[in-house]
């Protein structure tokens, strides 16, 4: 997995640079504002971005749009002190992968990073449980003010079941134990689910799920 960072703090990138070298995580470039990160993007092409929000010129969010437009591949991770829902929510919208908190442990950090080979959105229970209400919330509003979903070919029987899952909160790993599959299955059908419903990544399934009553807002308040 090769990393790229996007931050003008300068003192904590050379620490996280260090931190993910020592944990044999290849960074292949840091970027200090919006504008450098695409650039620099498009020249590498890493595999993941680490990026800020809050930066000179072209902020963080704007750039993620920016890159997944050109490299809907390349996964992106904000990486911020903020937690504002505001920020949260658009970095979602623009196609970040996940969302972490600067404040998070080294192994925490680490743990949720590792997720993104198993296709996994990288986020605290706590910043899901917030995305998850926003997604309710908007499923509630009335059809003229709700953008329009696009309409999916048919999921299967075992696609449905995967997403409700996956809505739910659930690592590939429980959802495999679950229906006794490998997480290489979890996976494919996790593939199949954003090709048919015509999604970016994870969260965004998630997102159709909740508006189109799939799972109900109580299953995922409870967790």
Request: net charge negative; proline share 4%; charged share 25%.
């Amino acid at each position: 997995m090769k990393v790229m960072l996007a931050d003008d703090h300068l003192l904590f990138v050379e620490g996280l640079q260090n931190l993910l070298m020592a944990n044999e995580i290849p960074v292949v470039g840091v970027a200090r504002n919006g504008n450098e990160a695409v650039a620099m993007a498009q020249r590498l092409r890493p595999d993941v971005i680490l990026m800020d929000i809050q930066m000179p010129g072209c902020d963080g969010l704007e750039a993620t749009r920016l890159i997944k437009e050109q490299m809907p591949e390349t996964k992106i991770v904000m990486l911020t002190m903020s937690a504002d829902d505001d920020h949260l929510f658009l970095a979602i919208k623009n196609g970040a992968s996940g969302y972490l908190l600067k404040s998070l442990d080294a192994d925490e950090f680490f743990e949720l990073l590792s997720g993104l080979e198993r296709g996994e959105a990288p986020m605290t229970r706590s910043l899901a449980t917030k995305l998850l209400t926003e997604f309710a919330h908007q499923a509630q509003r009335p059809v003229e003010e709700t953008p329009t979903i696009n309409q999916p070919d048919q999921l299967t029987e075992r696609q449905t079941e995967v997403l409700k899952y996956i809505a739910q909160g659930w690592t590939n790993k429980e959802i495999a134990e679950t229906l006794y599959i490998t997480e290489r299955t979890v996976k494919y059908h996790l593939q199949e689910i954003l090709q048919k419903l015509h999604l970016r990544n994870r969260t965004q399934a998630v997102a159709y799920a909740v508006r189109t009553g799939l799972i109900e807002e109580s299953e995922f308040l409870a967790e």
